[in-house]
Structure formats: structure tokens, C-alpha cells
């Protein structure tokens, strides 16, 4: 389960197109990959670059599966205003006034529920490569 920003983000999408290598890897090997975005429903699909998705990907936009992770933050106001310079605007992404996002992160939960691996970095920027999530996940897998 990976949390990301939104399709806005281009730290995000850099992410999901790398993720890209090993997602069919991931599936194969019994994992079901989903992806949880702030986008609001409406926004989810468009929002994004690739065309070719075979994975799950739901809206997190009020944040609530986020802030059950405890890796959703408040979005200050400073950098409300810096997005807005750079033409992306959080209200109308996520449809609330919350000015909240996800810290982008990696879970691997096994099927009772555990969660079993956990990458999160308050920093936007430095994200889990694709290397890294499947060395990660090859001890867990069910076929290997």
C-alpha cells in the first residue's frame, strides 16, 4: 500500500513510473499492489500521466486512511501559497479546506493485517525506489 501526494506532484508520478518495473513482479508474487491518493474521486484517473494502470488506486482525499497511518501532516501556509505559485491548488485537489497530505510512504501488510515493512519520509523528494520496495517484499511473497 503506497500513499502518495496526488498526480499534481511530479515527485509522485517519478515514483509510480518507476514502480512500474517491479509492480508486475509484486502481483505476481502474490501481493496486491494499492496505491492511495489525496486527488478527489473525480480527479483520480485524469490526474495521472501513465495511461496503462494494473493496479488498485482509491482517493485518500480527507485524508482519513492517511491519519489511520499516521502519515498525514498539515500542508502550512506558506507552502499552501508556494503550490498555488506553481499552479496546483489543495483545495481543489482534495476538495476540503484541511490543507493536508499524505507523507508519501510504503506498507507491505501480510494478510492477517500485520504490517510487516513500513518506508515513510517527511521529506517530499526522497522516495522508496522500485529496487528497494521489491527487496523488500521478496522475503513476504508467496511465490518467488
Known sequence: MLF???????????????LHLVEPKLRKSGFEVVFLSSDRPELLYSSLKAADIHYTLLSDSHLEAAKSFHVAYHVDDATVAKLREYGEDLEATTGTKEHELPVPSVFIIDTSGTIRFVYSNPDYKIRLSADALWTAAQPLAKTK
Not at 502518495?4 to 518507476?18: E, K, T, V
Open 4 to 18: 502518495y501526494r496526488g498526480g499534481w506532484c511530479p515527485y509522485c508520478n517519478a515514483q509510480l513510473s518507476d
